[in-house]
């Protein structure tokens, strides 16, 4: 219960910054968006649409909570407002899984409208809503660890830095899978390549629940999935340690 | 409370030494001062004190646990030098999710948000954004944050640093009320040594990184090598052949003498009535302990 209390208590801590910032919370998690979906939506033929719909989602819950993630620690390492929290008896993973509610409360919404209004544009309709949420759980899991890990490890680092490096770590996940557009459209060495990056597997998983093919196999994804959030659970709870961070 | 080091280093990645071999025990003491000059490594000594950063070498304990284990266990309350605070919050709920981190369950974190606000006169400014804040009220969140949960160790770093001088006898007040209290330990660092001289039980003096002094608040003036010192003027040199004491400067017709033992002033005190005639004025007065942290240092630095 303490615990959980902890969790809640971070998890707001965080969250409220962004829920205090309306304006900026528009733009990052709808104007953001929207602005690359849109024009990709119009030079996009019609049946490649619903990759574009996949896409923005997945670039929406990946963007966001990867660099959400790494950039809180970064920015409270910059204002040394971390000593402040680290001097409370919290562990790593209670620290991470605060993370992950206050990616939850800055992001799902974004992502439920979203999926509105692609839904009344005709653009996505969500056929199995369970497999869908299973997907959205999995990348929002999956992105915090990767942005938490990642802050961890270029502690030593500049707030710069960071920024820098979890900003191209997010758009290499995202733009360098083909999750805009059919993995089809790739050479068949490279779509192979591809398949180590999550953000294909999350994009395949939303995809097969909204009738999106991505070509992979739902049980390999699901597999692949469960491993990466095993392995980074792992390495969060027994490998990384709130300290010496600055 | 029981804090051990031993042989205790830090060197930076950068390769700043900031600890060179620091060795001390402390036990029950109820306010300890650390003091030194400005990179003196008070700063990164309270840093590895309270399990924010690990030693490159040596050995710490905290009732023989790590610095990381008493941590999780709530032992401490950490007031960190200019660390910001999370502005877009309202004092209320920076204190009640601090509160709620430290593991107090949710009824009682509102009781000690409410029990802080009062304390440290946050009233006013409740509901408002911390950003909204004063510097000196900032600071205040930022002290009354530390005493969360009623810890058993506080390490605060300039506390009353941008605080005016009504404040810093307030804060001074509610530090030593909660460690009387609680009979908790609190270690501080602060520039304002002649302050705080009457509460502390122990000076740590550290300086380029090495402990040169560690005793009473009387030991680090005992330094000095007198108790009082009387700046006499006189009007004629005549006092000047039966002055009763072998310690002082002159400065044409200016005494200033240095007086060590009750006996010797007395004794003085005596020769100024008896020659009063010949003196303008006199002043007694009683050596500050950051004449002797002067001292000190200044000894430290030509060794």
Redesign the interface.
């Known amino acids: 219960m303490v615990n959980l209390l902890r969790i809640y208590a971070i998890g707001m801590l965080y969250a409220k910054w962004m829920l205090k910032n309306k304006l900026f919370y528009v733009y990052l998690t709808l104007f953001m968006p929207f602005t690359i979906l849109v024009p990709f939506y119009l030079i996009t033929s019609e049946s490649n649409r619903p990759y574009i719909a996949i896409g923005t989602i997945v670039f929406t819950l990946l963007s966001n909570s990867l660099v959400t993630a790494c950039q809180d620690l970064a920015v409270d390492k910059l204002l040394k407002r971390i000593a402040v929290l680290l001097s409370k008896p919290i562990s790593s993973i209670v620290y991470f899984l605060g993370q992950l509610l206050s990616n939850a409360l800055q992001t799902f919404p974004a992502i439920i409208v979203i999926v509105m209004v692609l839904n009344l544009m005709k653009i996505l309709q969500v056929n199995i809503i369970s497999l869908f949420v299973v997907g959205l759980l999995f990348g929002w899991y999956i992105s915090t660890a990767i942005g938490y890990a990642l802050a961890i490890v270029l502690s030593s680092r500049d707030y710069n830095t960071i920024v820098i490096i979890s900003n191209v770590v997010s758009f290499i996940l995202v733009f360098l899978a083909p999750i805009y557009y059919p993995p089809t459209y790739l050479p068949k060495l490279a779509r192979l390549a591809v398949t180590i990056l999550p953000s294909i597997h999350i994009a395949n998983i939303v995809g097969i629940a909204s009738d999106v093919n991505y070509g992979i196999d739902l049980v390999q994804s699901i597999i692949y999935l469960l491993i990466l959030i095993i392995a980074l659970t792992i390495i969060i709870t027994r490998k990384t340690k709130l300290k010496d961070l600055y | 409370m029981e804090i051990v080091t031993r042989n205790l280093w830090k060197i930076y ?1 950068n390769g700043i030494i900031a600890l060179q071999g620091i060795s001390f025990e402390l036990r029950n003491e109820k306010l300890v001062i650390l003091a030194g000059p400005n990179g003196a490594g008070k700063t990164t000594l309270i ?1 590895i004190l ?5 030693p490159s070498r040596g050995y710490v304990s905290i009732n023989n646990m790590s610095p ?1 284990e008493a ?4 032992l ?3 007031m ?1 030098q ?5 502005e ?2 309202s004092v209320k ?1 920076y204190l ?3 509160a ?4 107090l ?2 009824n009682d974190a509102r009781r000690e948000v409410s029990k802080l606000i009062e304390d440290f006169m946050l009233h006013e400014y409740t509901n408002e954004r911390i950003e909204h804040l004063s510097g000196g009220y900032k600071k205040r969140v ?1 002290l009354a ?2 005493f969360i949960g009623a810890p058993q160790l506080l ?1 605060l770093d300039e506390p009353t640093v941008g605080l005016d001088p009504e404040m810093r006898v307030k804060m001074w007040n509610i530090i030593m009320k909660y460690l009387d209290e609680y009979n908790a330990m609190a270690i501080l660092v602060t520039h304002y040594l002649d302050e705080v001289k009457d509460y502390a039980n122990r000076v740590l003096l550290l300086h380029r990184g090495k402990l040169l002094f560690n005793g009473s608040p009387r030991d680090l003036l005992n330094k000095l090598g007198y108790r009082y010192r009387v700046k006499i003027k006189l009007t004629s040199d005549k006092a000047l052949e039966n002055l009763p004491i072998c310690k002082y400067i002159t400065r044409e017709y200016e005494i200033e003498a240095f007086v060590n033992d009750d006996s010797e002033f007395i004794t003085l005190v005596k020769f100024i009535e008896a020659y009063k005639d010949y003196i303008a004025e006199f002043v007694i007065e009683r050596p500050s302990l950051e004449e002797s942290y002067l001292k000190v240092i200044r000894f430290g630095e030509s060794s």
């Open positions: 990645g840093r309270d399990g924010e950063i690990s990381d941590r999780l266990k709530g401490f309350g950490v960190p200019e660390a910001q605070l999370h877009y919050l709920e009640y999710y601090l709620l981190i430290k593991g369950p949710r930022l944050q530390a390490f």
